[in-house]
């Protein structure tokens, strides 16, 4: 047969369960405290609820028309020459123009060529410098292997531009790209 069961109020076991760490709890009966530490969790859990559900918008950045992207492809092309040391620049596509790809949509393009203005005049090592410049330049993907150490094809989905880099002939350099087609407005 089992010993005497002794029936106390259901706070009393709570108290003996968690003491009272953090002075919450204090004086007799239900009080404030108690009430605090047990509702607290609950309200915090639903804050950080409506915090993560608040930031599952679509927070992506409205698409750029092709003139916007078009001058950004200009602005990268001319700042990654620069920043290959590039001398007696060239603009052999001036872009500006809307080229149709169908359904509403345009690409825009831009080129130019310079000499080197460092180095040995190496093919590959021209190459590699214009990589480099690009890297410092903005956010873009080199494409497929590096098969042709002379051309190399990069691509940025943040900008909607692609670009290929090269050297066609010692100490020569280029570089020319394109937009995806994107709207005119």
């Given amino acids: ?11 009393w076991t709570y108290y003996r369960r968690f003491p009272d760490i953090m002075g919450l709890m204090h004086g007799p ?3 404030e405290g108690w009430m605090a530490r047990r509702v607290w969790p609950t309200k915090s859990i639903a804050l950080v609820i409506v915090f993560v559900l608040s930031g599952c918008g679509d927070n992506a950045p409205p698409e750029p028309t092709a003139a916007e992207a078009g001058e950004v492809l200009k602005s990268h092309i001319d700042q990654t020459l620069k920043h290959a040391f ?18 509403g949509k345009y690409r825009r393009t831009y080129a130019a060529e310079a000499d080197a203005g460092a180095g040995s005049g190496d093919s590959e090592i021209i190459t590699v410098a214009l990589i480099g410049a690009l890297r410092s330049v903005a956010d873009y993907d080199l494409v497929g292997p590096l098969s042709q150490l002379t051309q190399e094809e990069a691509v940025s989905a943040k900008y909607h531009t692609r670009l290929v880099l090269s050297s066609p002939a010692k100490g020569r350099m280029v570089a020319r790209g394109e937009t995806e087609c994107l709207s005119l407005s």
Avoid: H, R, S
């Fill in 1 to 11: 047969m089992a010993g005497p069961v002794l029936l106390v109020p259901a706070k």
């Fill in 86 to 103: 590039a001398e007696n620049i060239k603009i052999t596509d001036p872009g500006g123009k809307d080229i149709p790809c169908g359904n």
């Fill in 29 to 31: 009966g239900f009080p």
